[in-house]
């Protein structure tokens, strides 16, 4: 529950105004693609209402990925600090309390879990169990990644210096590894995208160029085949959607 909290208040904190601005402009848009297409208010509204829920599940997923993203950043750009400071001869603590003191635009996400584990350091807490607390509120793989070599390693006297080096290395290999597969995996999504996108251009291009070749389309037949061909579009879209999921 504590981590379904913790996640809860970030995602309420960084993302909902921007989801519900987004998801307000997707929404517009399939309103007026509707109604490009049938010309009929009633039709855009149920096509809104149908793809209401779908929007929001689809941009909240999206942000809550770029909020990860940011968290990782900023925990990566930590461990750089702590591996400058342990060299320089500071400790695990002062660590802490260095990124704890530093302004909360410097690390706008975790500035407030330092400040809290500066306080859990007043109390007497261990170090590994400040980062092993830390790890469980925020439920981030590199965090438990590193809370659990800490856990490992203080007791056996590990080199701090080179673990904390070795680890930031890696977390920054891993994300420029990501970003660069995000890369090569969103060319065919916008692709497919565009390619969605132009069937609708070429109808709104129509009725606004030639309305006279879209009346067949207002009833008949040519409503049947319009809704038909709106339907063939709105299954292609999901299909390359979700063919565009890619796990890695």
Known sequence: ??????????????????????SSVVLLGVYLCMWAFFQRVWV??????????MVFWKLRRSLIARFNRRLEKEFADILVVFSGSLTAGLGLEACIREIAEQPSREYPILSKEFARMEQLLRLNWPVERIFEDLAERCD????????????????????LVELVRQIASTLRMKQDT????????????????????????????????????AAGLEDGIGFVILVAACCLLGFAFLLGELLGRVGY
């Not at 529950?1 to 987004?22: A, D, E, G, I, N």
């Not at 497919?192 to 006279?212: C, E, K, Y």
């Open 178 to 213: 990501e970003a660069e597969i995000t890369r090569i995996l969103n060319l065919p999504k916008y692709n497919n995208r565009i390619i969605m996108a132009m069937p609708v251009v070429s109808v709104i291009a129509i009725r606004w160029m030639a309305p006279s070749y």
């Open 44 to 53: 855009s509204g149920i096509a809104c209402l149908i793809a209401c829920p």
């Open 140 to 159: 981030h793989p590199d965090l438990r990644l590193f809370s659990t070599v800490l856990h490992a390693g203080i007791p056996a006297g590990v080199n």
């Open 1 to 22: 529950m504590k981590k379904r909290v913790y996640r809860k208040k970030q995602v309420v904190k960084f993302s909902y105004v921007q989801l519900f601005l987004l």
